[in-house]
């Protein structure tokens, strides 16, 4: 049987940079080489590709910057699906041809829907969600209208802009006040794993939260903190039937799940499945699904949500398009806790990208 040809895509120019050679690492030493022939493409932080030939030395590192490796650039004419030598002296050489990509990229410009447009310009599979759906949900505010769009419960929130901020500080913190009881969260609209969130306790906190989080983006949003809530999560597998697995339960090592606790210090508990009750996990797992459904996902994704300890209401967090694949991430402990090993994962994120574009195919076919 002939080999898949999976380029798998890492590093990229967010704050996450670091956190996907990790995920990557990981996804690599998993696939089944006799099932797959990998291409390892890495992206650094000012955005220029490079293929690695050496794969393992290539993962070995924090950084793509750090490597030599062989400028490249992906065929976007629609035709090819190649990868091609990008230097001064060898111009437009074919090196390798693509089944699919897997794109183990977080945050800006690797979930937010950018190179997701790529890819569909180069008419090349990819594992993951479509354009819109890695857009919507990478745009905090964006996503939280879409699910009160679709009747999806959660906590009380507002968004400001930098320009907003510039003019008047005081007046922003005053409206946030008379609006929201402290402690609250604030968060850059569009990033992942924790970056640049704070929780605030009192105004000068607020205040230097906000100024922390406009350094990673020009829209941010504040968030009613979920007091006497689990933080649960369960992740999605599918297309147009997408399944939910158990829930889990994550247990912070500090005062919230923030990047340190998530990729370094390796201090939260994660609890599968997770401390509430049988039907609020249903209640969890219906609901990942219908966010799912709400942003037109597809392939993956890990929805997080808050439990009350009391009641068992739940409130819909946010949706991650492509979550961490490390070794300590909740996404595959999901699925192995649901009877889908790491390898198997996998196998079905590559198939149900191959699916994906061949439908489209049909509907180009038939228009």
Same mark, same amino acid.
């Given at each position: /049987?002939?080999?898949?040809?999976?380029?798998?895509?890492?590093?990229?120019?967010?704050?996450?940079?670091?956190? $996907?050679?990790?995920?990557?690492?990981?996804?690599?030493?998993?696939?089944?080489?006799?099932?797959?022939?990998?291409?390892?493409?890495?992206?650094?932080?000012?955005?220029?590709?490079? %293929?690695?030939?050496?794969?393992?030395?290539?993962?070995?590192?924090?950084?793509?910057?750090?490597?030599?490796?062989?400028?490249?650039?992906?065929?976007?004419?629609?035709?090819?699906?190649?990868?091609?030598?990008?230097? $001064?002296?060898?111009?437009?050489?074919?090196?390798?041809?693509?089944?699919?990509?897997?794109?183990? %990229?977080?945050?800006?410009?690797?979930?937010?829907?950018?190179?997701?447009?790529?890819?569909? %310009?180069?008419?090349?599979?990819?594992?993951?969600?479509?354009?819109?759906?890695?857009?919507?949900? /990478?745009?905090?505010?964006?996503?939280?209208?879409?699910?009160?769009?679709?009747?999806?419960?959660?906590?009380?929130?507002?968004?400001?802009?930098?320009h907003d901020w510039r003019r008047s500080e005081s007046a922003i913190i005053k409206k946030i006040e008379a609006r929201f009881e402290y402690p609250v969260f604030i968060k850059p609209a569009n990033m992942g794993s924790s970056v640049g969130i704070t929780k605030a306790h009192d105004s000068n906190e607020l205040a230097r939260g906000i100024r922390l989080a406009f350094d990673y983006d020009l829209k941010i949003i504040i968030e009613e903190s979920a007091q006497g809530y689990r933080e649960v999560e369960c992740a999605i597998l599918g297309n147009e039937n997408?399944?939910? $697995?158990?829930?889990?339960?994550?247990?912070?090592?500090?005062?919230?799940?923030?990047?340190?606790?998530?990729?370094?210090?390796?201090?939260?508990?994660?609890?599968?499945?997770?401390?509430?009750?049988?039907?609020?996990?249903?209640?969890?797992?219906?609901?990942?699904?219908?966010?799912?459904?709400?942003?037109?996902? $597809?392939?993956?994704?890990?929805?997080?949500?808050?439990?009350?300890?009391?009641?068992?209401?739940?409130?819909?967090?946010?949706?991650?398009? /492509?979550?961490?694949?490390?070794?300590?991430? /909740?996404?595959?402990?999901?699925?192995?806790?649901?009877?889908?090993?790491?390898?198997?994962?996998?196998?079905?994120?590559?198939?149900?990208?191959?699916?994906?574009?061949?439908?489209?195919?049909?509907?180009?076919?038939?228009?």
């Open positions: /049987m002939e080999k898949i040809k999976v380029g798998v895509l890492f590093g990229g120019q967010s704050a996450e940079h670091e956190v $996907s050679l990790v995920s990557a690492r990981s996804v690599v030493a998993a696939i089944d080489r006799s099932r797959y022939e990998i291409s390892l493409i890495g992206i650094t932080h000012q955005g220029q590709w490079l %293929l690695a030939e050496d794969q393992n030395k290539a993962l070995s590192y924090k950084t793509v910057d750090e490597q030599s490796l062989l400028p490249v650039s992906l065929d976007y004419t629609g035709a090819n699906r190649q990868i091609r030598r990008n230097q $001064s002296d060898v111009i437009d050489e074919a090196i390798t041809d693509l089944d699919i990509i897997f794109p183990v %990229l977080h945050g800006p410009h690797g979930e937010d829907g950018t190179v997701q447009g790529l890819f569909e %310009l180069a008419n090349l599979p990819y594992v993951g969600c479509g354009v819109a759906a890695s857009a919507l949900a /990478m745009d905090k505010v964006l996503a939280k209208q879409a699910f009160m769009s679709a009747d999806i419960p959660q906590t009380d929130f507002q968004a400001f802009r930098v997408p399944r939910a $697995s158990v829930v889990g339960e994550i247990v912070p090592g500090n005062e919230f799940y923030d990047y340190e606790t998530k990729y370094i210090d390796d201090k939260s508990e994660l609890i599968i499945p997770a401390r509430i009750s049988e039907p609020a996990a249903e209640t969890v797992r219906s609901l990942a699904v219908k966010a799912f459904q709400a942003i037109d996902g $597809s392939g993956l994704a890990r929805v997080d949500f808050f439990v009350s300890q009391d009641s068992q209401v739940v409130y819909i967090n946010e949706v991650n398009t /492509m979550p961490g694949f490390t070794p300590i991430s /909740m996404y595959p402990k999901l699925w192995q806790a649901s009877g889908i090993d790491y390898g198997e994962l996998i196998d079905q994120l590559i198939s149900l990208g191959i699916e994906k574009s061949k439908q489209k195919q049909l509907l180009k076919v038939k228009l």
